[in-house]
């Protein structure tokens, strides 16, 4: 992906954290200029404030009853005028951190669905919850900090020549000793940056490990290993804390050199302004005003320092959403893609020799579990291959067009947030009987009598207040639901019970009549009632026909079938 102002901006830069940000910047352009020019005057209207008091005071003390009003108002109004700049700024500043923080949100779902089934494997989820969480606030903020940061440089600039028209000494103390005090808060950027870095890492690594537990939490119990994973996560979370630590420590001198320095600062130019005014080359006036320029540099120092921070934190976060953004999907569309002819279609692998007939219900028996799954990521378009529907490569074929006529659905897939219903027909294209009707095939019609709102139930994260086979029969339900036109199922039927099982095994047939079904299975109840059977060993087809001619003939599929049992 690559952005450039004159190209479509609607596509992110992924070279770089830096313009991956700038991107960010350019799609919010017009809010962004007008958050930066509404920083500058509100910066520049404090800045001149110091100057209306000191005018004043000058007619005070000449007795100057209509110097002393003029410069009232002025500063009136430079009050007004600063507190409008100010709200409009802020307004201005948080519509550009919720765009750049829910900009980075809807990129980060995007790669998600286009990275696909890849996504596991190249990412951990405690990376992508990461950005979701933390990041996208740090990337805002770096947004937003962009109008106060402008507004205070040119603050100090304006201060800056009003100092040096007023005395040159004084002037040059602002012109060298701001750039000084930047370039000692820049000594302690770098190393923040580093350890912000490997913060940001471990805090990632940890999420993952987290949610890994937190999803295995059953089978830790049930195998004794709770308290080994519980002390691992201990250990990795005082790690985290340390490092932490390391954070803190460098943000508390950050944050006490913005207070220390500028008062340094505010105390050497008013010093210097006092002995100038004893000398009676400034007026009492003109010491006041001092007085407040000093003060008021606090500010936009303050604020300097404050943008680095954040900048810097925005461009650490920006580095981790630009390596997701850069994960290429391991599958893509051809150059050009290549027609389908309607209707189911004869399904081939030519690498195991699997060729599944369109229309009939055919099961696939393998010795190995492994070989039966990557035989489906095959023809499931999930792999590379020389896989065919109706004899035309499935590499040749857009993949939407694939996922479409071609449904794999394995015990690896979730049940996600939200009502039932919605959850077994995400695309809410069935009607009540559909749904009803596939409920009744999968045998999921007593989970749902058992909810208490029925489909409109709400689902818990990842389906977790149903049982391993409850979520089983869901997830088969959803696959009919979905009524494809090709349906490869991947042990449908494994965590339910015996009773259970034959009850799908007994309907499922039925329900898809018409359409072209294979279930990898080794369940002698589905095999019995599949139209056809093929048996693979080693990745290869070596038998095929019904599952009672292959128990006879075919040894190996008896041994394979009775799970070795004579």
């Known amino acids: 992906m690559r952005f450039s102002p004159a190209g479509d901006p609607g596509v992110p830069d992924t070279r770089s954290a830096t313009r991956y940000l700038v991107w960010l910047a350019w799609r919010h352009k017009v809010l962004l200029t007008v958050a930066i020019l509404l920083g500058v005057l509100w910066m520049v209207a404090q800045a001149l404030m110091p100057a209306a008091v000191g005018r004043a005071v000058d007619g005070l003390t000449r007795r100057d009853e209509d110097a002393l009003l003029t410069w009232g108002l002025v500063l009136l109004g430079l009050g007004v005028f600063q507190a409008v700049a100010g709200i409009l700024r802020h307004r201005c500043a948080v519509h550009n951190f919720l765009g750049g923080a829910y900009r980075t949100v809807q990129l980060t779902v995007q790669a998600a669905n286009r990275l696909g089934a890849a996504l596991p494997r190249r990412v951990s989820a405690g ?34 020549v009003i100092l040096l028209g007023a005395s040159v000494p004084l002037g040059l103390v602002v012109v060298l000793g701001v750039p000084l005090l930047m370039a000692v808060v820049g000594l302690l950027i770098r190393p923040l940056h580093r350890q912000q870095q490997a913060y940001r890492d471990s805090e990632g690594a940890l999420t993952s490990r987290a949610g890994d537990i937190v999803s295995g939490l059953r089978v830790l119990r049930g195998v004794g290993g709770e308290p080994v994973l519980s002390a691992r996560y201990r250990a990795r979370s005082q790690a985290l804390r340390a490092d932490g630590l390391r954070v803190a420590r ?67 976060a920006a580095r981790r959403v630009v390596r997701l953004l850069r994960l290429a999907p391991e599958l893509g569309d051809p150059a050009r893609p290549v027609t389908l002819p309607d209707g189911p279609g004869e399904l081939a692998d030519p ?19 492994e070989d039966a799954a990557a035989i489906v990521d095959r023809l499931g378009r999930y792999a590379d291959s020389d896989a065919t529907l109706h004899g035309v490569p499935l590499r040749d074929v857009a993949l939407a067009t694939v996922r479409e006529r071609i449904l794999v659905a394995d015990n690896d897939a979730h049940l996600f947030t939200g009502p039932l219903r919605a959850e077994l027909d995400p695309h809410d294209r069935a009607d009540e009987a559909a749904v009803a009707a596939a409920l009744t095939v999968a045998s999921a019609t007593d989970v749902v009598e058992a909810l208490p ?60 009549t018409g359409r072209t079904t294979l279930v990898c299975t080794t369940s002698p109840l589905v095999l019995h009632r599949a139209d056809h059977v093929i048996f693979v060993e080693d990745g290869k087809v070596v038998a095929e026909g019904s599952h009672t001619a292959l128990l006879d003939g075919e040894a190996r599929y008896l041994a394979t079938v009775s799970r070795g049992e004579d």
């Not at 320029?293 to 404050?306: G, I, N």
């Not at 207040?465 to 009919?480: D, P």
């Open 127 to 160: 990376e992508v919850v990461s950005i979701g969480t933390a990041d996208i606030s740090q990337i805002g903020a770096a947004i937003d900090i962009t109008a106060r940061g402008a507004g205070a440089i040119v603050a100090i600039v304006t201060v800056g």
């Open 250 to 316: 460098i943000e508390s001198l950050l944050e006490a050199a913005q207070v220390l320095l500028p008062g340094a600062f505010l105390v050497l130019v008013t010093w210097l302004g006092a002995k100038f005014a004893l000398r009676g080359e400034i007026s009492a006036g003109q010491l006041v005003a001092f007085y407040g320029y000093t003060a008021f540099l606090v500010s936009p120092l303050r604020q300097l320092t404050e943008a680095v921070d954040k900048l810097t934190r925005g461009h650490v």
């Open 351 to 369: 690498a195991s020799g699997v060729t599944v007939p369109p229309g009939r219900f055919t099961a696939l028996a393998a010795t190995a579990p």
């Open 453 to 512: 709102a029925g489909l409109d139930s709400a689902v818990a994260e990842r389906g977790r207040e149903f049982s391993g086979g409850q979520q089983q029969r869901l997830r088969l339900a959803r696959a009919l639901v979905a009524d494809p036109e090709t349906l490869l199922l991947v042990e449908p039927t494994s965590a339910v019970d015996a009773h259970t099982e034959a009850r799908i095994a007994d309907r499922l047939g039925a329900a898809r």
